[in-house]
Structure formats: structure tokens, C-alpha cells
């Protein structure tokens, strides 16, 4: 639990989060493969990456899988769309290895944030979080090259090596051949 504390504490430095961190009580083991979620499917629900990396994706109009995020261990995942509007799943999550996650259900997260004004300031900066990254996300897909985006990627080379390159050009709005290409161009 201490990768879960320190994720915690990122957020609310000055807090006890021992409360916090005994929500997320659920502990389950994926395989490689595995999907924590598929579209349709209850999300009422976070996870805490303890071991492992996820990928979110959907299928476009053509049937072609689009990756649109990673999580990897220390790293929060679930379907953020559809939990945070209280809906069904939208997106595909799947563990890209074998995995271990701590769930947390977004009742208890609530009557959490309800017993600790600290722990609202952790959803509050955590959710501030997300829309950074999924802003900066679009900024760099729209701004950036494929070659560039790559590179930005690879400032986590431990956590890129588990990743099947397929996933990665999808990642990257890109084909297989054309990651191919960026890959001998930097090498």
C-alpha cells in the first residue's frame, strides 16, 4: 500500500489518507489480456494500478482499435468518462501484462469526500489532473509530430517496453509501418 500512499500524498501532502487508502479495499489480479472493463459494463468504480499496465481504447467507425490512454503501475485507471458522469462503460480497459489493482467504489470514494474535506481536496486536485493530461493529450495530437509524440513517450522507456508496438501507433494516431519508420529514424 505504500505505492498508493505516495500516489495520495501527491495530492494532499499534509493529509492522513489512511482512511483513503482502506477504501480502496478490492484487490484483483488480471492477466495479460484481461479486460477490467468492456463498453456497457458497470463503472462505478476506480482502480489503483499496483502492478501492471492497462490501456483504454474504443473502435472507431471502421473497426480499427484506437488507443486513447496508458496506466501504468502508481497510476490510477478505469473508464474516467463514464465514472465521473455516472454512466456505463465507454471504453475498452484491458491489462497489457499480468496486473494487481486496489478498487475503490465511487459510494465509498463519496461518503469519503463527505467525512474529510482533505480527501474532496484529493478528487478535486486529482480530477484537475486529468484534464491537464487529456488537454495536453489533444494539444500534442494536433500540434506535434508523429516522431515528436513518440519521443514523449519514451521518457518512460520502462513502462514502453511492455507495450506492444501496435498499441503504441494507435497511441500515436499512426500505422504500424509509419511507428516502424520513426523507430529506425532515431535509432
Known amino acids: 500500500m505504500e505505492k498508493l500512499r ?37 463503472c462505478s468504480f476506480l482502480a489503483f494500478v499496483k502492478k501492471g499496465t492497462f490501456r483504454v481504447f474504443f473502435y472507431d467507425g471502421e473497426g480499427t482499435e484506437v488507443t486513447v490512454w496508458f496506466s501504468w503501475e502508481g497510476m490510477m485507471i478505469g473508464d474516467l468518462l ?15 501484462e499480468d496486473a494487481e489493482i ?13 467525512s474529510n474535506p ?14 491537464i493530461n487529456v488537454m495536453e493529450r489533444m494539444l500534442s495530437l494536433q500540434t ?11 521518457a518512460n522507456p520502462g513502462y514502453m517496453k511492455n507495450i506492444p508496438l501496435k498499441y503504441i501507433a494507435s497511441y500515436l ?3 504500424d509501418t509509419s511507428l516502424s519508420r520513426i523507430r529506425k529514424n532515431i535509432s
Open 6 to 42: 505516495s500516489f495520495l500524498k501527491k495530492y494532499i501532502p499534509q493529509s492522513d489518507v489512511e482512511d483513503l487508502i482502506g477504501s480502496f479495499h478490492k484487490v484483483r489480479k488480471l492477466k495479460k489480456r484481461t479486460y477490467l472493463l468492456k463498453p456497457g459494463q458497470d
Open 82 to 96: 463514464a465514472f465521473y458522469k455516472q454512466s456505463r462503460a465507454i471504453f475498452y480497459v484491458q491489462a497489457v
Open 102 to 114: 486496489s478498487i475503490v467504489n465511487g459510494k465509498e470514494l463519496e461518503r469519503q469526500y463527505a
Open 118 to 131: 482533505e480527501y474532496l481536496e484529493f478528487g478535486r486536485r486529482y480530477a484537475e489532473h486529468v484534464s
Open 144 to 154: 506535434k509530430s508523429a516522431e515528436e509524440r513518440y519521443l514523449e513517450l519514451l
Open 173 to 175: 494516431g499512426i500505422t
